[in-house]
């Protein structure tokens, strides 16, 4: 089998020719001339879930893998094959005699990050250069902390006072805090986090969409609190499909298991049954451990639902700069209160029947599936779950002003103003 350490320099090479053959000793290899799917695992993690990330991608080898000649394409992109940590881009298949093969495309330089705009960036282009293919999808998945600046998760007070110790050094570092867990306490997922010493690097929610080179069928976020508005619509140019969690996601993340059949054995990438495989798996647990958020989202649909809201932030203004966390569904734990229902915030602001008609319409165009346990890790710090719309959202009255000028710099507040500009 020796000939198949070298099979993805030579992929490389077949693929600028209009028809190539390759000879191994499993038999000869027809190789595509394009790919239809291409899915990419993107798991930038190293942080306190290296463990559960690297058992993820074993999860997902254990299930379908595609064939070296079937016209798909599955892309690995983490810190976890080469010895030293950098990141590798790996080309996944199964060969002609049933073996699952990761073959390394790329190994980058010591010090490389994928939480790194460049680094993500240049990864994402060589599997668009390697894999020429019809449609693109993505798997990201690691800590995430939202639309949130780096840093302000973790140290929220500290930020408030305006330590400058804690704001982010000109590489964009923020001190790094391993969470802390007690015993018997679930561990949750909490855009990507990379860990060096005492620092942890980070990357922006503006940093991330700008960091896509190609367009994207699907993007699934296995990380916590990606749910919101701010990232639907911050993303929105970039793919078609986004799934994500408006919650923490705990640390056994998705069904890895069966992510390979839904995305890349079906004709169609089955994007809902992966939402749906998520929670049904949570749904179905008891105790702490029956915690889960859903949804999946049509960002193609997401205008109607920024001009409806452009329109009820203006016209319900003073009921919206009065309305606190107290009366509103919440996704958060731990008094990190800056993650609500976006339509129970409308809707404490007391609309007209007119005014509830639009903001459900405009839901219900954009938002293809939703779902939510009863409550979510009510044993640690946990809340229930009375109203579901799919999408978080920031509630101003409850932020501060640090939080308040980043956020006007996101579209979602360009289109529709939650937060006022001076």
């Keep these: 089998m020796k000939n198949f350490r070298y099979i993805t320099i030579l992929i490389l090479a077949a693929l600028s020719l209009s028809s190539c053959k390759l000879k191994c000793d499993c038999g000869e290899v027809v190789l595509p001339e394009s790919y239809d799917k291409v899915m990419i695992?993107?798991?930038?993690?190293?942080?306190?879930?290296?463990?559960?990330?690297?058992?993820?991608?074993?999860?997902?080898?254990?299930?379908?893998?595609?064939?070296?000649?079937?016209?798909?394409?599955?892309?690995?992109?983490s810190h976890f094959k080469s010895?030293?940590?950098?990141?590798?881009?790996?080309?996944v298949y199964t060969n002609l005699r049933g073996k699952v093969v990761r073959d390394t495309l790329k190994v980058f330089p010591g010090g490389s990050r994928l939480t790194d705009k460049e680094t993500m960036r240049e990864a994402l282009m060589i599997v668009d250069d390697t894999f020429k293919a019809s449609r693109y999808g993505m798997v990201y998945s690691s800590?995430?902390?939202?639309?949130?600046p780096p840093g302000f998760y973790d140290n929220p007070n500290l930020w408030k006072s305006g330590s400058a110790s804690l704001l982010p050094r000109p590489d964009g570092a923020v001190p790094y805090v391993e969470p802390v867990y007690s015993e018997g306490e679930v561990r949750v997922k909490s855009i990507g986090q990379t860990a060096v010493g005492a620092l942890s690097y980070e990357m922006e929610l503006t940093d991330f969409a700008e960091a896509l080179p190609i367009h994207l069928d699907y993007l699934i976020f296995d990380a916590c609190l990606m749910g919101g508005i701010e990232t639907a619509y911050e993303l929105?140019?970039?793919?078609?499909?986004?799934?994500?969690?408006?919650?923490?996601?705990?640390?056994?993340?998705?069904?890895?298991?069966?992510?390979?059949?839904?995305?890349?054995?079906?004709?169609?990438?089955?994007?809902?049954?992966?939402?749906?495989?998520?929670?049904?798996?949570?749904?179905?647990?008891?105790?702490?451990?029956?915690?889960?958020?859903?949804?999946?989202?049509?960002?193609?649909?997401?205008?109607?639902?920024?001009?409806?809201?452009?329109?009820?932030?203006?016209?319900n203004r003073p009921a919206l700069d009065k309305l606190t966390r107290r009366k509103v569904q919440g996704y958060f734990r731990s008094d990190?209160?800056?993650?609500?229902?976006?339509?129970?915030?409308?809707?404490?602001?007391?609309?007209?029947?007119?005014?509830?008609?639009?903001?459900?319409?405009?839901?219900?165009?954009?938002?293809?599936?939703?779902?939510?346990?009863?409550?979510?890790?009510?044993?640690?710090?946990?809340?229930?779950?009375?109203?579901?719309?799919?999408?978080?959202?920031?509630?101003?009255?409850?932020?501060?002003?640090?939080?308040?000028?980043?956020?006007?710099?996101l579209a979602w507040n360009v289109a529709t103003e939650l937060v006022e500009y001076d």
């Design 236 to 315: 929105r140019n970039h793919c078609d499909l986004i799934g994500f969690s408006q919650t923490e996601i705990l640390s056994e993340g998705m069904n890895y298991k069966t992510m390979g059949e839904r995305l890349l054995k079906a004709k169609d990438p089955d994007v809902l049954g992966v939402c749906q495989d998520y929670f049904d798996y949570y749904n179905a647990q008891t105790g702490v451990m029956k915690s889960a958020t859903v949804s999946l989202i049509d960002c193609r649909k997401l205008e109607p639902l920024a001009q409806v809201c452009r329109q009820l932030f203006i016209d």
């Design 336 to 409: 990190r209160k800056w993650f609500y229902d976006l339509q129970d915030i409308l809707v404490k602001c007391i609309l007209s029947l007119d005014e509830t008609d639009m903001l459900q319409e405009a839901l219900d165009g954009c938002v293809i599936y939703k779902a939510a346990t009863p409550s979510f890790m009510l044993d640690q710090k946990g809340f229930e779950i009375e109203t579901y719309c799919g999408f978080s959202m920031y509630l101003p009255n409850e932020g501060t002003t640090r939080l308040d000028n980043a956020y006007r710099k």
């Design 41 to 77: 695992m993107y798991s930038a993690g190293v942080n306190d879930l290296s463990s559960d990330l690297k058992e993820d991608i074993e999860d997902l080898c254990s299930g379908f893998v595609p064939g070296i000649c079937s016209g798909d394409a599955l892309v690995f992109i």
């Design 83 to 91: 010895g030293a940590g950098v990141p590798v881009i790996e080309s």
């Design 143 to 148: 800590h995430a902390t939202g639309w949130l």
